[in-house]
């Protein structure tokens, strides 16, 4: 099973767009991370925490979740990082089919992970927005008012345990 996100992340000045791809294989389980340098354990840990402390089982398979293109990476600060938690975590929901999309490839979202289970996303300013409709992606999204399609959230985290928007 392959699938693949695209994920934002916020800079200082910019924002970047980034695409994540994964699958699954039946080799040793685990969880790998591909192309976050030092970011790698940090993010892994805390997606194991989450589905632990929510009780959803992982199946033993290997997980790799890869980086397209680790270069848009540099010089970037674990603030901006941050954001890329969310797109993670939901192709690796994903990969374990925990959530009821049948793919998200077209899909386009930034946000991070408390260990409370409080997920920040970021919303999209006006030159996002002109990227998505352009690109024809489907932004991932709080609920509310738009005018481009886009999948709300919760909606797609609605089977997952003590899981909060913010």
């Given at each position: 099973?392959?699938?693949?996100?695209?994920?934002?992340?916020?800079?200082?000045?910019?924002?970047?767009?980034?695409?994540?791809?994964?699958?699954?294989?039946?080799?040793?389980?685990?969880?790998?991370?591909?192309?976050?340098?030092?970011?790698?354990?940090?993010?892994?840990?805390?997606?194991?925490?989450?589905?632990r402390s929510r009780s959803i089982?992982?199946?033993?398979?290997?997980?790799?979740?890869?980086?397209?293109?680790?270069?848009?990476?540099?010089?970037?600060?674990?603030?901006?990082?941050?954001?890329?938690?969310?797109?993670?975590?939901?192709?690796?929901?994903?990969?374990?089919?925990?959530?009821?999309?049948?793919?998200?490839?077209?899909?386009?979202?930034?946000?991070?992970?408390?260990?409370?289970?409080?997920?920040?996303?970021?919303?999209?300013?006006?030159?996002?927005?002109?990227?998505?409709?352009?690109?024809?992606?489907?932004?991932?999204?709080?609920?509310?008012?738009?005018?481009?399609?886009?999948?709300?959230?919760?909606?797609?985290?609605?089977?997952?345990?003590?899981?909060?928007?913010?």
């Open positions: 099973m392959e699938h693949s996100i695209k994920a934002i992340i916020k800079g200082k000045t910019s924002y970047h767009v980034v695409t994540f791809f994964g699958y699954t294989s039946k080799g040793l389980p685990g969880i790998e991370l591909v192309g976050l340098g030092k970011y790698s354990k940090q993010i892994k840990e805390k997606l194991v925490y989450l589905c089982p992982m199946p033993l398979q290997r997980f790799m979740i890869c980086l397209d293109n680790h270069a848009c990476l540099d010089g970037l600060d674990t603030n901006e990082i941050q954001w890329i938690e969310l797109p993670i975590f939901l192709l690796f929901l994903q990969l374990m089919k925990k959530i009821s999309i049948r793919s998200l490839e077209n899909c386009l979202c930034g946000g991070y992970l408390h260990i409370s289970g409080d997920i920040y996303h970021l919303p999209l300013n006006a030159k996002l927005e002109d990227y998505v409709v352009d690109k024809k992606l489907v932004p991932l999204l709080n609920e509310g008012e738009r005018k481009y399609p886009y999948l709300p959230l919760e909606k797609i985290l609605e089977n997952i345990p003590a899981i909060r928007i913010c």
